[in-house]
């Protein structure tokens, strides 16, 4: 089964489509992977975008897997508390 990309810019402006386009991967059958390695500019949209993925997966008896997470959305997650939620593998770099 395939990741779902996040693609590299997530803010306000992108959530509400990308929350949709992981919404139909998982109608797909598709899996409930994260792939967030090519995310690159985001802001605090892009945890809610990881949140709303990982509820619409329970929803569904699975687990959210986040792989590539980076430091920075690490350390944003972090932040706001919601680290543990996520439940992520890190990139090498970030």
Same mark, same amino acid.
């Given at each position: 089964?395939?990741? @779902? ?16 386009? @992981? ?18 500019? @985001? ?52």
């Amino acid at each position: 089964m395939q990741a @779902f990309a996040l693609p590299a810019v997530l803010t306000h402006a992108q959530a509400n489509a990308c929350v949709a386009a @992981f919404r139909a991967h998982l109608g797909a059958g598709s899996g409930s992977a994260v792939d967030a390695s090519a995310l690159q500019q @985001f802001d605090s949209a892009a945890l809610a975008v990881l949140l709303a993925c990982r509820r619409l997966a329970l929803e569904r008896g699975m687990a959210l897997q986040v792989v590539g997470l980076s430091t920075r959305l690490q350390a944003l997650a972090g932040l706001y508390g919601v680290q543990a939620l996520l439940g992520a593998q890190p990139v090498s770099q970030g």
